[in-house]
Structure formats: structure tokens, C-alpha cells
């Protein structure tokens, strides 16, 4: 099967329902505020080390979200935060994670990168480029091995799609037709590196073309695309298709990491990609000319104000995991 | 309401900063990702966004200021509407660093860190009688179909397991036992396999890793490492990886530098993994099955020499044996000799050779690398008074130089003579016969070095 780089058929009404709509700008604007949050408490210094923000492709798991069953793993790169908020786990735990607190999903032992929820089905949260890619092609092994009808969510960077292990996941995938959707988020940095410097490859969605596996081209920034586009690839591959990959056309606003000046670029790219391309003004926009009234807007900005409020003051108050937390955790039954 | 604006910390290591440039003046509006100022760090000049929309009401740090500490409040937001008056009513004393809590509350720690002891003398093992001669091939093979049997969630992944039935015959059979869906041949590809193996192993499955040679597991050392071990770590318990790394290991014979490295002391190094090393049958049998049945990555190092050697097994349907127990496989009250794997044949034959010459060698397999059951071994030393570590690997930071240490830390006072490590030489190994040959360890080896320590 080629790649379909047209846009998803929008010929039966509109893409997304009101509570899709609805569901997906409460999730879009919760994680740009967790977001705004953390770059904050980072600058306070309650966040260390490596914190890398996800800032301007939230349309990107929202759509995927909504797409999205119960039972359905998804696994990611160190640009985490969204995946994480969007698969259910709590702004709480997430925010003591990344302040290092007893309260975070890992105690305070994994940080921004690493974090994990078995609840949820989220598995990381990785720190290596690419590892994620092949362990989460495992995660499509368990579902084919027990045939329990899950599709596993494998998102990585453009960046990483240069990796050997990327395409060693793609052909083992597509032998054994594993139930994985693949989807690389092209932000178009790896960290200062553009996509037109790192990669020989200028079409990804091609790039597993080489192994029978279809994929598609999404803009993603509108929140509509992805979900239509989400939504058949998890067709696809629930029905014992095999993989399936997604290239995701997004944009990242902040840096890399907190730490990064962002000189590979012009400023000017960044305002303009902000004022036309936006992905929560975008669907707001969509969603005024549906007569969905302001109070909506207004009452879900309160709600997600007050939840990251709340996080970000359990995650300044929740106390530091205990010393003998040092040692538990390292091997199950010790 | 008025709120201060704290002089961000733009990097992992940044204390302090210089407050290169105003972009916005007293009195402008901002909003939520304007750029407000240029912060100079030791490493660049970065653009602090606004966070919150109001008006920037005083500065209070000028531009051009040099040392300005992280969260110092650098000016005052206002909400639109407010009065710049509003400003006097913070208190913009230095705020406490968060930091600074953190390290106050670190316990000094009771004493230094030491390396792991372990308490393994009250492991008894069973009586498991009568036994039957197979080779070490054949008790790797009935270990996994035992294991598989046991545990619908148990399968075997690798290069040439299935079809080809193993290119070292070890699965040889399974196959056709099992099928293709528990016995799965694997493309040329150990990075993306071994990775996808740890992704099951957390997602509920068994499997079992073959590498042709443990050599390969180079091109998947992140996976074992990083992703294998850690995870549990990393997720506050909340993961598991029930998964086994196996595999010929160390040197064959005249295969050449790159495909004859032992790697046990590379494995051992990492917590979050457990490392076993069987020599005979019945090691290989019982501790392969202790692998497939924990709940932690466990890396089996086998040997080649090994698979067609024939040694008594328990036929019992149950054996198995406990991850981290050594066994005395010579009694002896002059010396220690401490191997693993391949090695312990040759400290026997060394040990016979002492005997010759009037010296009693105590010889213990260790069996298990990490866990190190130094209870057994230390028990020995302050009964020999001496210990001679054995190791077809490298010297430099190998299992010898922590058995040499453990018995310095632990028998320093019962030992007559100082702690030696029997090696292979510090090269690639060669492929000429000849010299191949003088790269590894044999007997004479070790009966020179335990000579030496009787002063000889």
C-alpha cells in the first residue's frame, strides 16, 4: 500500500462531534497549561535537570486520544508530558514527578523522562532516541501473543526516525504483523538539527513504504485531521492489518529542553506558526462557528487553571521520597 | 494581583545569570509567551517568555546586570488595570532556594557505601537424588521446555531457534513441541529484537532471549541496560521485565577477537539485572529454569566448550536452583580457588595438581555473578587463609578484581597472603592456535599463582 498524503474525507459533516470537540480543547489546553506550569517551577528551580516541553503539538495526542480505546499502550520519547495527561494519568502525580516529590508516579525516582503509569498503559517516558520505537513494537508482540485486541500508540521525533533501530522495529512489525501505530512527530528540530540537515529522507510518511506498511501524511495541528487520520490507522491495525504509520506535521514553540536558546531558528517562525497554525485556537475557532458559546471557553480555562493550580502546589508540597527510597524498586522481590 | 517576576533558571546547572536586555519596558503589556528579556547563562543568551498576561509594572533589576541569582525577583507583573503602587505591597526579599532544602535534608549517611554482601547460607537446597548423565546442550534445551510447559507465557525468541533448530542446536526440538508462535525465529537485527523482547517482557510476557553469541548483544547492550534494568527503577515499581538474556559466552576456539569476550563482568556491573554463569549440567538446568521463573532480567552466560560436555543431572522434574547460591565443588582447607563457567573445570584440574603437591584446594563455582555470593566465599577464605579468583576474562575491572576486593574488605585479617587473580591476557584473543592457547588460563596458571602465595 502507498502513502496518502491527501486530507482525511471531511465529505460526512463535520470531523468531530461536539463532545469530541469538546473533549479535545479541554485536553489541548490542560496540557499547554501543565506545560506553561512546569516551564515555570523549572525556572524557580523546583524542576531540574532535563525538561523538555510539549508545547504547540498538543493536536497531535489529543487527536490520537480520542482514537484511542481502553486497553490501548502507547509509549513515547522524553517529550512526554502530553502523552502522559492525555492517556489519564493524574496532573498531580505527573507535576511530583517532575519536582522529584514522594508523589510522583515514580517517587520521584524517574523525572520528566521516565515516567510510567501500568494503570493507564503508559510505558515511558525514554531517555535513549529511538529505544522507544522497538519496545513499543513489543508492546503490539503482547497484544499479538495474547490476541487481546489492543493497539499499541508508538510515538517518536523526526529526529529519532534516523535511527537503525526505527526500521529493525518496522520490518519486525510488519513480519509479523503486529498491531503498532507508528507515529513520528515531525516538529522539524531534533534539538538544533532541521529536518532538512538530519534527513536524506524529505517525505517520513514514506519511510516504511519499504516494508508494506501504509501510512499517511497528517497536519498536526488540527486536532481533526489527526483523530480522522488516527482513526482509520487503528482500524487498520486492530483488524490484524499489521502496523501502520502516521507523520504528524507539527511544531514545537519552546526549545528542545529548558536550557536550549533556540538560535537555529527565526523567532519570526515561531510567532508565525503561533498566530496562523495554533492547534487550541485553531479548533476554538471551529468550535465558535459550531455555536459553541464563550462560557464554554471561559469555564474550561477555570477548570484547567484550577487543576494545574492544584498540581503544581501538590507538587511543591508533596515531601521528598524518604532516604530508604534509594533502595527499593532496583529488582521485584527485594 | 501583583507578582513578582523571579530571575528564571535556564539550565540543569545555572545559579546565577546576567540580565543581558529588557525587551519590554515598564508600562507594556504582555502575554503568555512573549519574549520580556535576555537572559545571559554561562553557556547563552536565552529569551525569558512571559508566563502569565498583565503589565510589567517596575523593573527591578536594570538591564545589564551581571551575578543576578536564580530567583531573584528581577520585576513586578501587574493585571491589567492594576496601579504600579501595587507593587510595594510584595515582599520581594531573595525567595529561599528550593535547592538549598534539598540537600538539608539528606541524612549523613550512617557509614560509607559499601559493596553488596549477601546472606546465602540459609538457602538450602533440596536433596534432588538420582541423576543421569546429559550434556550441558541438552539441560539448556529441558530447562526451557520444562519452563515452557509450566507457563503459557514463556516463549523463545532469537536468531536460528526455530527452523534451523538452533545454530548451536540448543532449541533444537522446540519447534516442533511448540510451534512458531512460542519458538520464533528472528531476522539478523539484535538491536530491534531485543528491544521489542524487553517491550513484551513489560507488557505481561515471558520471553527468552537467545543470542547467537552473547558477543551480538553488543548491538543490544542499550535495551538490556537502559531499558531492561532500569525500568523497574525508573517507575517506582510499578513495571516488571520477566525476561532472559542467554547465550554462548567467552572464548570458543579459533573463532577470532570479536566473537571470544566474556561478559560477565560487564553484565555484573549493572543493578537492576541478575547474572548467571553455569558450568555443568545440572548448573546449566537448574539455573536456566530459576531464570525463566524470576521476575527480573536475567542474563545466562553459557559457554560452547560446554554444550557437548556430559555431567550427572538430577532427573527429578522439579530441579532447579537458587539465583545467588555458589557450591563448593572441591573441599579443601589451603586455598581458595573462586571460577565461573568454563574456569571451574580448569580450577579442578588445578586443584588436583595442588593435591599432588600436598596442597588441599578449596574450589568454589560461583554460578551466580550478581548477585555475588560472597557469604560462601568469604566463609572459605577464613578457612584457607588464601583465595585465587578465576576468570577466562579480562583483568581490569573483571569479577576477579571484586572477589579480590570483597576478601580484602571482608578477610583482611585471616588472609596470609595477598589475594590473586588468575586472568586471561590483556589482549584481543588471537586467532592462531598456538596463541590462542597462551591467552587463556589452564592449570599451571593457577597452581603458579597459588605456589606464589606459599612463597615459592
Known amino acids: ?334 | 494581583m501583583a507578582s513578582p517576576i523571579l530571575m528564571p533558571a535556564l539550565s540543569p546547572t545555572m545559579e546565577e545569570g546576567t540580565l543581558a536586555r529588557w525587551v519590554k519596558k515598564e508600562g507594556d503589556v504582555v502575554k503568555p509567551g512573549e519574549v520580556i528579556a535576555e537572559i545571559e547563562t554561562d553557556k547563552a543568551t536565552m529569551e525569558m517568555e512571559a508566563v502569565e498576561e498583565g503589565v510589567l509594572g517596575r523593573i527591578l533589576i536594570t538591564e545589564g546586570t551581571d551575578h543576578v541569582a536564580v530567583n531573584t525577583p528581577i520585576a513586578v507583573l501587574l493585571e491589567e488595570g492594576e496601579d504600579a503602587s501595587a507593587a510595594d505591597a510584595l515582599d520581594l526579599g531573595p525567595k529561599t532556594e528550593p535547592t538549598a532544602k534539598v540537600e538539608k535534608n539528606i541524612p549523613a549517611p550512617a557509614s560509607a557505601p559499601q559493596a553488596p554482601t549477601s546472606t546465602t547460607t540459609d538457602i538450602v537446597e533440596p536433596e534432588w537424588g538420582e541423576t543421569a548423565e546429559i550434556t550441558v546442550r541438552e539441560a539448556l534445551r529441558d530447562a526451557m521446555a520444562a519452563e515452557m510447559r509450566r507457563d503459557e507465557d514463556v516463549f523463545l525468541l532469537g536468531e536460528e531457534v526455530a527452523q534451523y533448530q538452533g545454530a548451536y542446536k540448543v532449541s533444537q526440538g522446540l519447534l516442533d513441541e511448540f510451534g512458531d508462535k512460542r519458538v520464533m525465529d528472528m531476522p539478523i537485527t539484535e538491536h530491534g529484537f531485543t528491544g521489542m523482547a524487553v517491550g513484551a517482557a513489560l507488557s505481561g510476557v515471558k520471553p527468552i532471549v537467545e543470542f547467537m553469541t552473547m558477543n551480538f548483544s553488543l548491538q543490544a547492550v542499550d535495551h538490556i541496560i537502559n531499558s531492561a534494568a532500569k525500568t523497574r527503577y525508573m517507575s517506582g515499581g510499578q513495571m516488571s521485565c520477566p525476561i532472559v538474556f542467554r547465550g554462548p559466552n567467552g572464548a570458543a576456539a579459533r573463532v577470532g577477537a570479536q566473537h571470544s569476550q566474556c561478559f560477565g563482568s560487564w553484565y555484573a556491573h549493572i543493578p537492576g539485572l541478575k547474572v548467571v554463569a553455569p558450568w555443568s549440567a545440572a548448573d546449566a538446568k537448574g539455573l536456566l529454569r530459576a531464570a525463566i521463573r524470576d521476575p527480573n532480567p536475567v542474563v545466562v552466560l553459557e559457554n560452547e566448550i560446554l554444550y557437548g560436555k556430559k555431567f550427572p543431572c538430577p532427573v527429578d522434574e522439579d530441579f532447579i536452583l537458587p539465583i545467588g547460591k555458589a557450591k563448593i565443588e572441591r573441599e579443601g582447607k589451603d586455598v581458595t580457588l573462586v571460577a565461573f563457567s568454563i574456569m571451574v573445570g580448569v580450577a579442578l584440574e588445578a586443584a588436583e595438581l595442588l593435591a599432588e603437591q600436598g596442597i588441599e584446594a578449596e574450589v568454589i563455582n560461583l554460578r551466580t555473578l550478581r548477585p555475588l555470593d560472597t557469604e560462601t566465599i568469604i566463609k572459605s577464605v577464613k578457612k584457607t587463609s588464601r583465595i585465587v579468583s578465576v576468570e577466562e576474562g579480562w583483568p581490569v575491572a573483571g569479577i576477579g578484581s571484586e572477589i579480590c576486593t570483597v576478601a580484602v574488605e571482608q578477610a583482611f585479617d585471616w588472609l596470609d597472603a595477598p589475594p590473586a587473580r588468575v586472568c586471561g591476557l590483556d589482549i584481543p584473543l588471537p586467532y592462531a592456535a598456538n596463541l590462542e592457547k597462551l591467552a587463556l588460563p589452564k592449570p599451571e596458571w593457577i597452581v603458579e599463582a597459588v605456589r606464589k602465595q606459599f612463597g615459592d
Open chain 1, 1 to 334: 500500500m502507498g502513502s496518502m498524503t491527501d486530507a482525511p474525507n471531511r465529505q460526512n459533516g463535520p470531523a468531530l462531534s461536539r463532545e469530541e470537540m469538546e473533549r479535545a480543547y479541554r485536553e489541548m489546553l490542560l496540557v499547554r497549561r501543565f506545560e506553561e506550569k512546569a516551564g515555570q517551577l523549572y525556572g524557580m528551580g523546583l524542576i531540574g535537570g532535563f525538561c523538555h516541553l510539549y508545547i504547540g503539538q498538543e493536536a497531535v495526542v489529543a487527536g490520537i486520544g480520542l482514537a484511542m480505546k481502553k486497553g490501548d499502550r502507547s509509549i513515547t520519547s522524553y517529550r512526554d508530558h502530553g502523552q502522559m495527561l492525555v492517556a489519564g494519568m493524574t496532573a498531580r502525580g505527573v507535576m511530583a514527578e517532575l519536582t522529584g516529590r514522594s508523589g510522583g508516579y515514580s517517587h520521584g525516582k524517574g523525572g520528566s523522562m521516565h515516567m510510567f503509569s501500568k494503570e493507564q498503559e503508559f510505558y515511558g517516558g525514554h531517555g535513549i532516541v529511538g529505544a522507544q520505537v522497538a519496545i513499543g513494537t513489543g508492546l503490539a508482540l503482547t497484544s499479538a501473543y495474547k490476541n487481546d485486541g489492543a493497539v499499541s500508540i508508538v510515538y517518536f521525533g523526526e529526529g529519532a526516525s534516523n535511527q537503525g533501530q526505527v526500521y529493525e522495529s518496522f520490518n519486525l512489525a510488519a513480519l509479523h504483523k503486529l498491531p503498532c501505530l507508528y507515529v513520528i512527530e515531525n516538529n522539524r528540530y531534533g534539538m538544533g538539527t532541521s529536518i532538512e540537515r538530519s534527513s536524506a529522507s524529505k517525505d517520513l510518511s514514506k519511510n516504511a513504504a519499504p516494508w508494506g506498511i501504509p501510512s499517511r501524511k497528517v497536519d498536526g495541528m488540527d486536532v481533526a485531521a489527526v483523530y480522522q487520520a488516527a482513526k482509520e490507522a487503528m482500524e487498520h491495525c486492530r483488524s490484524g492489518k499489521g502496523p501502520f504509520l502516521l507523520e504528524m506535521e507539527t511544531y514545537r514553540y519552546r526549545g528542545h529542553s529548558m536550557s536550549d536558546p533556540a538560535k537555529y531558528r527565526q523567532r519570526s517562525e515561531v510567532d508565525e506558526m503561533r498566530r496562523t497554525r495554533d492547534p487550541i485556537e485553531t479548533l476554538k475557532a471551529e468550535m465558535i462557528k459550531h455555536g459553541i458559546d464563550e462560557s464554554f471557553f471561559k469555564t474550561v480555562e477555570q477548570d484547567v487553571k484550577a487543576t494545574v493550580k492544584d498540581a503544581a502546589e501538590f507538587a511543591e508540597t508533596s515531601p521528598e521520597p524518604d532516604a530508604s527510597e534509594l533502595w527499593t524498586d532496583v529488582l521485584v522481590g527485594e
